[in-house]
């Protein structure tokens, strides 16, 4: 901190910056500014000649989608990756920053998109060690009088004494961002902040910070997809888009579509789904008091029920961490039941292969490489996994490769598998074409009854986001029971024609679309 | 034999003998395993550090008895067995931080490595006999030898009770404490901190190797007192698994190892009062409490609490 004092002070008395014209008591931060920032990966350039600056005492937001080169760019300016070439300027003067550390003592600080706080200690605990200080042995008695201290003049209050495995998303969240304040950052880089919080706890967590921004105590550079939040609470907006420097301008001046324009390079907006109307729905999925416990044998799901009929989509929403995952992993047959059952057509389901191909039930689980793909397995076999062992893929208990193969080909060109051959490990396509892969096996099946699918969208671009909604919808159409869970609502209100929310194992809300409630929803998902 | 006279009370007593003194080396393997696992990494050669430092523990006394006089050459015997453990140890440090290596796997190949230089090297060893550690006699006050000689407490057994409690203070007050619990559990948090993962893990491999080393001078210096090749019998392999017991706390690893040892010290001392049948049985008691225990802990439908969470993850 000592240092990037002296930064300021230096470059105030040589006029190059304007930061003496901001006459604010506390320490203003200083102005950040990227120039020609190239970085490659081997033969690949992420990030090509890229520069912008982040004027003190406001919020930036960074957009662009993904792979667009957010990410690589602010970790180049907080000394994680070695950019190719390019410089980092604080206050005028060219700072090196080669190390996260480096970065600290310019007063810059970053908070993840994944959380960094160690799960197994408490809050307490990983806030003193966040400190890059001398002291080696810790004196709890005095840290934790700093650190009550501290609390009574943050924004937002997280319990001290908790381990972060106990706390919730939103108070993991707000612990990164005091973490930040504790470092006394001026500097924040949020990649993405808001990504696991409910609308109402994204926009307290944003308005706190945009208090301390707005009082000039903070600069914000904030990577997001919301166009909500960067129109309620940025002031300026830079653009990414494969890598390259794609526009930027003041919020006020632009518009939504604008923005969108520049992420994408063309104007398109959403394709909107279309739904036909089906008749004589009968139920397919009938889940009965199911329970289920998560990893470390607390109950996580605690009597769920719930009726998917044909031609429906369901969609459950809530926040990662509430049991949404283990029932999709019970429904999957990936996690034993601790109570209840599930039943498919009216017959009793315990997901073994056989119940599968009889009632057709189909599942694109989160995470498709590791839920629903053997990554060493070509493309090919992975498209197989479904139906290796029936003809015409088998013959007794021979493989016939050449029915795989030719089937495969088939599926790689309806779906548009971007893959080098069928026989390229799946585990080294990119993500977008390995849930591809999957939602191909899991789609092109004859006669699919029911469907489960686990924020299927998680990570795509827009134009595969689309492909994928179109498909389920597709599917609904064609009088497929869909149970979707995602933490994405807008895909939930887009797609759904009844949308539940889970909250600590249980189902809090249920409405029709038609008569959804996004507020209620959003109360529904933190629990009130 | 005089423990018939003491009939069977010369059981529990046994037990407690074998107790004070056998444990030693499980709780300075266990220490020291338990520093390596909390940074995140395994290290299965413990074993072979074992057998390589109450080999050269030995030596060392042998050879320096008539330089430096009986009673310092152990002393210096034990540092060597603990540099020795250094030097196995960052051999595993290396190697298991190479990328797409597998700690497991290499622990392994140190078992054989360590266990094969000790043999190799030990071959000379095996008939003279080296100066002891000298041992605090406790037992004095009574006129039993059985009892004498229980209480005959080893000053490493005595450190060993110091490392313990001083080691979790360590893990729960200090800087680098919180740092390797942090680089075990969460290495992208770790990196975040701008703490090197490879100097962290680096550091605690070769620490807890040399805790290791001491551990193997324990049982040529001190109980059983002698070097041969079956000295160690699996205990450096046992101490691993002694420390999931303990759930990688270093308190509960000196009452784990005080558990082991007391196990081990059931065969001699039911044999001392002639009971010969199924001797064998009981003499395995420590590995089936090993097995007892892995099946115990181990449960398909939750996670270990207090495991590290970076462990058995390859880089």
Same mark, same amino acid.
């Given at each position: 901190?000592? /240092? ?8 105030? $008395?040589?006029? @190059? ?35 912008? $600056? ?45 190390? +996260? ?24 605990? !990983? ?65 993405? +902040? ?22 000039? @105590? ?29 526009? !930027? ?44 416990? /998560? ?56 997901? $073994? ?17 590791? !839920? ?18 029936? %003809? %015409? ?30 026989? #390229? ?9 390995? @849930? ?34 179109? @498909? ?40 029709? =679309? ?6 209620? =929803? ?7 | ?23 030693? %080396? ?9 520093? #390596? ?90 008939? +003279? ?57 969460? %290495? ?106 892995? =099946?115990?802990?181990?449960? +398909? ?15």
């Amino acid at each position: 901190m000592a /240092k990037a004092a002296d930064h300021s002070t230096i470059n105030s $008395t040589n006029g @190059q910056v304007a930061i003496g014209a901001n006459t604010q008591s506390v320490i203003a931060p200083p102005e950040l500014e990227v120039v020609n920032m190239t970085k490659r990966f081997g033969s690949f350039t992420a990030l090509e000649n890229v520069s912008m $600056t982040l004027k003190p005492g406001t919020l930036h937001a960074l957009l662009g989608e993904n792979g667009a080169g957010k990410s690589t760019l602010v970790k180049c300016v907080m000394g994680f990756y070695k950019p190719t070439s390019g410089e980092i300027k604080i206050n005028g003067q060219v700072c090196p920053v080669n190390s +996260p550390r480096d970065a600290q003592q310019y007063g810059i600080g970053m908070v993840y998109q994944h959380f960094t706080s160690v799960p197994a200690m408490t809050v307490a605990e !990983n806030l003193v060690l966040s400190r890059y200080d001398n002291s080696n042995v810790i004196n709890w008695k005095q840290e934790m009088e700093g650190l009550r201290a501290f609390m009574e003049t943050a924004p937002f209050q997280v319990p001290l004494e908790l381990t972060i495995a106990q706390l919730a998303a939103g108070q993991k969240q707000k612990l990164e961002i005091l973490k930040q304040l504790y470092l006394k950052s001026k500097i924040l880089i949020l990649d993405e +902040p808001t990504s696991v919080l409910t609308p109402g706890e994204a926009d307290e967590v944003l308005g706190l910070i945009r208090q301390q921004v707005t009082a000039g @105590q903070l600069s914000v550079l904030m990577i997001s997809h919301k166009f909500r939040e960067i129109m309620a609470f940025a002031d300026e907006i830079t653009v990414l888009r494969k890598g390259n420097f794609a526009g !930027n301008g003041k919020v006020k001046d632009l518009t939504v579509s604008e923005m969108a324009e520049m992420m994408m390079g063309e104007k398109r907006d959403p394709q909107p789904v279309e739904k036909s109307e089906h008749a004589e729905p009968a139920p397919v999925l009938q889940i009965q008091d199911i329970h289920a416990n /998560k990893d470390n044998g607390l109950e996580i799901v605690k009597g769920i029920n719930l009726t998917v009929h044909s031609g429906e989509i369901v969609g459950i929403a809530g926040i990662s961490g509430n049991g949404q995952r283990e029932l999709v992993e019970v429904l999957a047959g990936q996690r034993p039941a601790t109570g209840g059952q599930v039943l498919v057509n009216g017959e009793v389901y315990r997901a $073994t292969r056989a119940e599968m191909y009889k009632h057709r039930v189909f599942v694109l689980p989160e995470e498709p490489l590791r !839920n629903a793909c053997v990554a060493h397995m070509s493309v090919a076999e992975n498209l197989a996994l479904r139906t290796f062992d029936r %003809p %015409p893929q088998a013959k007794g208990i021979l493989l016939i490769f050449k029915a795989i193969r030719e089937m495969a080909v088939g599926l790689i060109q309806t779906f548009k598998i971007k893959t080098p051959s069928p026989e #390229t490990p799946v585990g080294n396509l990119s993500g977008g074409n390995v @849930q591809r892969t999957v939602l191909a096996r899991e789609l092109s099946a004859d006669h699919i009854k029911l469907l489960i699918a686990a924020n299927p969208c998680f990570g795509l671009d827009f134009a595969a986001v689309d492909y994928i909604h179109s @498909q389920i919808v597709a599917a609904r159409n064609r009088g497929v029971a869909v149970l979707l869970v995602s933490e994405d609502l807008d895909e939930l209100l887009k797609l759904s024609d009844r949308i539940l929310v889970i909250s600590e194992g249980e189902f809090a809300y249920e409405s029709a =679309i038609a008569e959804a409630d996004f507020a209620t =929803i959003g109360r529904s998902m933190a629990g009130h | 034999m005089a423990a018939e006279a003491l009939g069977w009370w010369g059981v529990p007593l046994g037990i407690m003998a074998g107790t004070l003194r056998g444990s030693a %080396p499980f709780l300075f393997v266990s220490l020291g395993e338990c520093l #390596t696992e909390k940074s995140g990494k395994i290290n299965l050669g413990l074993e072979g550090t074992l057998l390589t430092g109450a080999m050269s523990a030995y030596a060392v006394s042998y050879q320096l008895k008539d330089v430096v006089g009986p009673g310092l050459s152990p002393w210096i015997g034990v540092l060597v067995a603990g540099i020795a453990g250094m030097a196995l140890g960052f051999i595993h440090a290396w190697l298991s931080q190479q990328p797409k290596v597998n700690d497991i796997a290499v622990g392994i190949a140190m078992i054989i490595f360590g266990s094969g230089i000790a043999f190799f090297f030990g071959k000379p060893f095996i008939k +003279p006999q080296a100066p002891q550690l000298l041992t605090f006699d406790l037992g004095n006050w009574s006129s039993l030898p059985q009892v004498q000689s229980a209480l005959k407490i080893s000053p490493l057994f005595l450190l060993g009770l110091i490392i313990a409690p001083a080691m979790a203070w360590f893990f729960k007050s200090t800087r680098w404490g919180l740092f390797i619990r942090a680089v075990g559990d969460s %290495p992208d948090a770790a990196l975040a901190m701008g703490v090197s993962i490879k100097k962290v893990r680096m550091l605690c491999i070769i620490a807890g190797s040399f805790l290791a080393g001491i551990g193997g001078a324990c049982l040529s210096l001190y109980y059983p007192g002698l070097w041969s090749e079956t000295i160690s019998s699996g205990q450096g392999l046992m101490a691993v698994a002694l420390v999931i017991f303990a759930r990688w706390n270093p308190i509960q690893c000196l009452w784990a190892s005080l558990f082991f040892g007391g196990a081990q010290a059931i065969g001699p001392a039911l044999q001392s009062v002639g009971i010969d049948q199924g001797r064998y049985l009981f003499n395995a008691a420590p590995y089936v409490l090993t097995l007892l225990i892995m =099946i115990i802990t181990c449960s +398909p439908k939750k996670t270990l609490s207090g495991a590290p969470g970076a462990l058995g993850t390859i880089n």
